[in-house]
Every structure is written in C-alpha cells, then in structure tokens.
C-alpha cells in the first residue's frame, strides 16, 4: 500500500557565509496514516527543516537542493505555490514551539481557528465555531464555549499551547507537524499538553511528526523515532526496541541519566555559611508580593538548587540577593555582613564576591566585544590589573573553562552556544567570587551540551570551593548537580533540604508533583502517570 | 504596567507640559530680539513720548513674567491680542485663514494617508520586485527635492504647458467644494509627493519586520494567502509605527505648509506668518506659533493615544 507520506533522499541547504550549505543530508522517511513518528536531535540536526518540508515549506534562506517529498501521491518539491497552499492547514498543519509566538497578538483564537476552514472553503464560521468548541472540550480546555474569544495573552501558556493544537485539527488533516510543542513549557504543563496530543492522535487516527529533543518526551507519543545529528540520520526505529537496544553510540548517550555528583559532607557549621537570606518579602508593585517570607541558607562550596515553575519567584529571589531588586523586609546576609538592599549602595568588594550567569549567553555578552575584554573587563574593574598580568590571567581563565588560548580574539558569533556559556563561566570566575548565582544556565543549551556545562561547573566547584545558588525547573539538573534543594511556589518555600532527603520520599504534595511530571525513557510512563492521577482524584 | 486610563492621562499630561515650554520658548525667543519693539515699529524719527506711550500701550512696561502670564493666559481664552499693524483682533485675521490651512491640510491628508498606506503594503507584498524598486525610487526623488521646486514643477507642467490648474490657489466662501478642490489641487499635489515618501517606507518597513514573526509563518503554514496575512495578520500588528509616522506627516502638512502657501499665494495661516514676520507684528507671530505648536503637540498626542490603543494586550486585559 502507498504510505501517506514518502521523503525521499532529502538534500537541504541553507544560505550563510555567502555560500549554501548543506543542512539535511540525503534523509529518507515514511509515515503512514495513524502513525506517529518522532524525530529527534539537538538543535543544527535539521528536525524543523525536515518537518517543515514535509509540507513543502523552506524557511528563508534554506531551500531543497534535490530530493522527492511524495504527500498522498503528490510531489511537493517543485510543485506550484497554489497547489502547496491549498495542502497546508487542511491535509497537513502545524503546530510550533511558542504557541505565545504563534498566535497573532491581534485576533481572538478563535478567528484564528476558524481563519484555515473559512479560507479554504470548507466550513463557515458559524460551523467552524461549532467544531472549534467540541475540539477545545476534547482538548480539556476550560470554559471551552467562551475561551475561544479571548486574545492569546489572555489564556497560559499551557492553555494556549492546547489551543494551537486545536487550531490544527481545525480541518481535520491527515497529518500534523508537531515542532517541540512542550519544549518551552514547564515539566507539570507539559503533561496537560502531552496527554492532549496523544489523545487527539489516537482519537482521529492522525498522522504525525513529532520533533523534538528531549528523547522522553517523544518515547511517550511515538512509534517509530528517528535519531538525527548533523542533519544525517543516526538510528531509526521501532519506539521501544530504540529505547530498549539502542544501537549508535549517540543514541546510548542521549539515554544516558546523568547524575556525576558526589556525595559531599555535610557541614551544619555556620561559620561556613556564605549566604543567608533571612525574612525576605519582595514585591514589583508595591501591591502583589512575588515574595512571602523567604529564608535560605548557601554554604561555601555547595550548591543549592532553587526549583519552581515559571512565575514562582525564583529569579526574582536572585534579583532581591543581588541587589537589582531591593525587597520590602528581610535581609541579606553575606559572609557574615549585612549588605545594603540596594545595588548601588553596596561597595565594589560585595560585588566582587558574587556573580551572575544568565540562562541566554547570547544576550549576556557583548557581541561586538572580543572574548578579551568580556573576560578582562572584570579583572581591570575588580583587581585593576592591565598589560601582561592581565593577558595571562584570561589565559588562565580560558583554560579552567576547558577553551585553548587561541578563543581569546574571538567574536561571540564566532562561537557555538556553549562555547558562549563558557565565557559567561569565565567572565563570573574572573571576580574570584565566592557564590556564583546559576539561572537557568542549561535550559537554553542542547543536552549534551548543558551535560558538559555541568560537569565544568562541578569541576571548578571542587577546585575552587564556590558555593553555587542553581536556579532551575529541569529536575534531572537537580538531581545531577545539586547537594540542596529549595522548592518554591508562588512565591513561598514549600520545602527545602539536603537532596536525599528531598528526593526521597514522603514528599511535600508540590515537590511530589513536579518530581513525577519529570518524563522518563519509559514508554508507557505518560499512561500510567495520567491513570494513577485519575485513580487518585477518584477516591 | 498602567491600565489603559492612566497611561493615556500620563500622555496628555506630557502634551500640556510640552506645549507650556514651547509657549515660554516662543515668548523668550520675541524677548531675546534685539532692540525695542516699540521702537521698532514707530521708526527711528517717533518721538521719546511716542514710544514711552506706545510701550505702555503694549504693556512693555510691566515684567516679562506678568506679561508671560497674562499672555498664556488670553491665549488659552481665545484672546490672542490685537494685531500691530492693522489693529484689528488677532482672532479675527487668523480665523479664516487657520481654516483655510486646515482645509488644505487636511485634502491633502485624505489623499496622501491612504496612497502611501496602500503603496507600502504592495511594496512590502512585492518585495524587492520591480514594483517595489520603482514605487521607493520614485518616492523618495520625490521627497529629496524641495518643496517650492516640486511646486513649480508642477505651475510649469499642470498649469503653464497643459492649463489643467490654476497656478495661485485663491479660494473663498462664495465657491462650492468642488472649486475649491479644483483651486487647491497643485499645493495638494505638492504635499502629497513631498509627504507619501516617508510614510510609504514606513508602512513597508513595518510590515517587512513584522513578517518576520513565528505567527505570519504560522499563516502561511495554515494555507492563507499572501494578501490577506499581509492586510490581516501583519498590517494590525504593525499600526503603531504607522500611526506615528502618519502623525508626524499630518502635523507637518499644517505645520511645514507655509513654503507652499506662499508660492501658490494660498489665503492661509502659513502666509500670514510670513507677512507678519516681514511686518514686525509680534503679536500674531506668537499667536500663529502657538497655534501651530499646538497642533503638533495635538497631532503627536493622538498618535501615541491611538498606537496605545492599537496594542490588544492594552485594549483587552487579562
């Protein structure tokens, strides 16, 4: 029988440094109806170009070099525009990683649901409408008769991710590009997203293309997965005997759990605490406190982990320690001294002693600054060094993050992603400080990249005894690096403690949540997860 | 971040403060010229008690700051003094002729706004093409020449070669619209080039960087054509720079009008001001400033009111 879909040796290039160059390599792939395909790789593996093409689009500055796509007995490469349009939204649709983004800002969803049916002639508003409220329900959306009328800012980002995905069933296609459709969502949303993918796929017995990097994730949707790097293919198969046997090298180490932390003492002395935040209460407004009565302790050379969803307070406790926001009570306690609440109030020493690194390398660094002056600004600012001095102690540092000296007349374009994590690494050591606040320093990088980045922190912890305060959602991080963890919610502690005792249960019902919204390798994990909640909220 | 009501009151409050410096500017500046006013107007030969009396009789007099004050004040009443050289009240010279300008202004408006919106969106639909090229070359030689040069270009064509218009734009009450309209057309046309240059690159502008948004791809990947995400998904999104640029235009089609009122010898504000400047007749000099300050102020005030309302998180909260 012909498949629904057959992508034949596949060849696509993109436009940089004034030449094409290959970003898909050669890659075949099938999908038949009902069947579900995850694709999976890093970010430069090609997974959104391949699952963009499945519909015959290229982005800007990428197109198909050679190669077939053959959609229900159609050729897409080099068919005419018109014929592409009429596919797109009605046989094959889409669905993108930042439903915020996706959704335009000034329309109601539901003239956005209704926009492809009504274009495409297929239905009226008024069925659309109809269709759009039993999809919504479906989807478990709330007040699926009037959420439809709201603009995208005003439903969450878990709602609105949902509500993306009703938009593509909107004419029923055959086939749905799913393109990391929960990567920029916290680990509790995006089971609510998951499970409504699955279930509208097994309902309407769709085709889909799942992309995305986190193995877990696609173990739960997909029967077939595709492992790409570089845009080649590395591995496919069939979703559990992949998981189970994984054959490439690559693979094995996508599987891998990490966890490198040893077990250090404990050390209840407090002489050694560092930090101390005692009483904390913060507030943007002056009205909603962000922040209720936080305490917390940091000892030298360890680290704690602060764990939370977005919006529960975790940066803003870092802004509050650094003095970028001055909180409405409590106090901060550095090394045994008070520090004044407010940045500019606080001499150079105190802000020597402790340094950022921010999730975004990209926008924390200058890009017109070469690695020389990210790295030797702060020497010259803290320690006034200049000259010779200077230049040997950004080699030095330059090595400890694990960079040959040659990186040292380097642009941050001239560097990969985590390359530029490095610097921002070796920018905050270059202080010698004594606490390295770390927010969300992985969730921008690619697994094994963030791996890496880990373990170098790890490293420089052992050699150079600096306490770390780890901001972070992604609890397998938690797990790996930390020797404490704090849990906040809505501005509050809900739980804190060493790490064993954190992880092991009885749990706090918040921390217990999170922890087993964490996706694991297991096929049948989101299943069984979803019965055992039902189960519980049945009794 | 403000609700809709706050921010709006912050913005008109910033309009008033703005218009009460420029007026203070205006007012220092008539201050800081040099010599006697008085003197001035009645000539070297007047008299000592001529002038004395004169002086008194333009309340120069008293301190600058009353007079300041009591300047601002009438102003806002809607007195604007009586003018030097013929005695008759202020109000009454400018009256007709601010309508006059305002009419001009606001012809032109109606044909300058929509052109360039519509030019911009094709150029921005065609991007890089021919059209596209064409539509930015020829707009912008437009824009690059002076305005009395494209006005003269225009006597000589429409109105000297083929005798289409009249080459000086008299217009009065006892005509109908549509003489009027036939009247003004080449200052019209004049403005119209010089403004549609600057708004059309903005609206393509605007629309290009918005068509770079996940959602315009989400569009396209839904099967909508072109045209439409064009007017519908980008064009909405891109209202506030538009909206600021049409503004600066308008304010300018007032404001900067008065090079073409002379040349087409148009009844208007921005004639009298030139008359009155070679006539010394301070007076309405300040009057017709203010006039035109506000109206900038007023123009500018609206555009920010308008692209605050533009933006939907803003106009439907949470």
């Given amino acids: ?539 | 971040m403000d609700s809709l009501g706050t921010m709006v009151a912050k913005r008109v409050a910033f309009g008033l403060l703005t218009l009460i410096i420029i007026s203070l500017l205006i007012f220092l500046g008539v201050e800081l010229l040099p010599g006697d006013v008085a003197e001035a107007i009645l000539g070297q030969s007047a008299l000592p008690e001529t002038v004395e009396a004169f002086r008194r009789e333009l309340k120069l007099n008293l301190p600058p700051h009353i007079r300041y004050f009591t300047w601002l004040g009438d102003f806002f009443q809607g007195d604007f003094g009586t003018s030097l050289a013929n005695g008759r009240p202020i109000a009454d010279l400018i009256g007709w002729r601010f309508a006059n300008t305002m009419f001009l202004a606001t012809v032109a408006a109606l044909i300058a706004v929509p052109v360039s919106i519509i030019l911009g969106i094709l150029a921005a639909l065609y991007r890089n093409s021919l059209f596209d090229r064409i539509i930015s070359m020829v707009t912008l030689s437009t824009i690059s020449f002076p305005e009395f040069f494209v006005a003269y270009i225009l006597i000589a064509l429409l109105s000297v070669q083929l005798i289409i218009f009249p080459s000086i734009s008299n217009i009065n009450e006892q005509m109908s619209l549509l003489e009027k309209i036939h009247a003004i057309f080449l200052p019209c046309m004049t403005l119209t080039l010089v403004v549609v240059a600057h708004m059309m690159r903005q609206t393509r502008a605007a629309i290009i960087n918005i068509m770079a948004s996940p959602f315009i791809e989400m569009a396209r990947l839904k099967g909508i054509k072109r045209m439409r995400i064009i007017v519908l998904h980008a064009f909405p999104n891109a209202l506030s720079p538009v909206i600021n640029v049409v503004a600066i235009n308008l304010a300018y089609l007032v404001v900067g009008v008065v090079v073409v009122e002379v040349v087409f010898v148009y009844p208007g504000l921005g004639q009298l001001l030139v008359d009155s400047v070679s006539k010394r007749d301070i007076p309405v000099v300040q009057a017709s400033g203010l006039i035109f300050a506000s109206v900038y102020i007023g123009l500018n005030l609206l555009a920010d009111v308008l692209s605050i309302i533009s933006n939907p998180r803003l106009r439907n909260p949470r």
């Fill in chain 1, 1 to 539: 029988m012909e498949k629904l879909l057959t992508i034949k040796n596949l060849q696509i290039e993109g436009f940089s440094n004034e030449k094409w160059m290959p970003i898909v390599n050669g890659i075949n792939l099938t999908l038949d109806r009902g069947e579900v395909l995850g694709l999976i790789g890093e970010s430069g593996a090609g997974k959104s170009t391949i699952g963009l093409a499945a519909m015959g689009y290229t982005r800007q500055g990428c197109r198909i070099a050679s190669g077939s796509i053959v959609f229900d007995g159609m050729e897409l490469v080099g068919a005419p525009k018109e014929l592409k349009r009429k596919i797109r939204g009605t046989r094959i649709a889409y669905v993108a990683q930042s439903a915020a983004a996706s959704f335009n800002p000034a329309h109601r969803l539901i003239k956005q649901y209704a926009e492809a049916p009504i274009q495409h002639g297929l239905m009226s508003f008024a069925e659309a409408e109809k269709k759009a409220i039993d999809i919504y329900q479906r989807l478990l959306l709330p007040d699926p008769e009037r959420i439809g009328y709201r603009y995208p800012h005003q439903v969450s980002g878990g709602q609105l991710q949902r509500a993306m995905v009703a938009m593509a069933m909107a004419c029923q296609p055959d086939i749905i590009v799913f393109d990391e459709p929960t990567t920029a969502l916290d680990v509790t949303t995006q089971i609510e997203v998951l499970a409504a993918i699955k279930h509208i796929t097994e309902q309407f017995d769709m085709a889909a293309i799942y992309i995305s990097h986190d193995l877990a994730v696609v173990a739960q949707l997909a029967d077939r997965i595709m492992v790409l790097r570089y845009g080649n293919l590395v591995e496919e198969g069939d979703a559990r005997e992949l998981l189970d046997n994984p054959k490439e090298e690559y693979t094995r180490q996508l599987l891998s759990v990490r966890t490198f932390r040893k077990h250090s003492d404990q050390n209840d002395n407090d002489r050694n605490v560092i930090l101390k935040v005692q009483n904390v209460s913060a507030s943007y407004t002056g009205k909603e406190m962000v922040l209720e009565d936080i305490n917390l302790k940091i000892r030298r050379g360890r680290t704690v982990a602060l764990v939370g969803e977005s919006g529960s307070g975790k940066s803003t406790l870092a802004r509050v320690i650094t003095g970028l926001l001055p909180p409405l009570q409590g106090k901060t306690i550095f090394d045994g001294k008070e520090l004044p609440p407010a940045l500019k109030s606080r001499d150079r020493e105190s802000l020597r002693q402790m340094q950022m690194i921010y999730q975004m390398p990209d926008t924390a660094i200058n890009p017109r600054h070469k690695v020389r002056k990210i790295i030797g600004r702060p020497l010259s600012f803290y320690f006034g060094m200049s000259g010779k001095e200077r230049e040997d102690r950004i080699i030095d540092l330059l090595e400890k993050i694990e960079l040959s000296e040659k990186y040292i007349d380097r642009y941050p374009a001239e560097l990969s992603g985590g390359e530029k994590q490095r610097i921002c690494i070796a920018r905050a050591l270059a202080a010698n400080p004594n606490l390295i606040i770390c927010d969300e320093v992985t969730s921008a990088l690619d697994q094994l990249v963030a791996e890496e980045i880990l373990k170098l922190l790890q490293r420089l912890q052992n050699d150079l005894g600096v306490s770390y305060l780890f901001i972070t959602h992604d609890l397998a991080t938690v797990k790996a690096i930390s020797d404490e963890i704090v849990v906040m919610l809505q501005g509050k502690i809900v739980e804190q403690g060493e790490k064993q005792e954190i992880l092991t249960p009885p749990h706090h019902e918040y921390t217990e949540l999170l922890l087993s919204s964490v996706p694991e390798m297991d096929p049948d994990w989101l299943d069984n997860l979803l019965a055992e909640r039902q189960a519980v909220q049945a009794t």
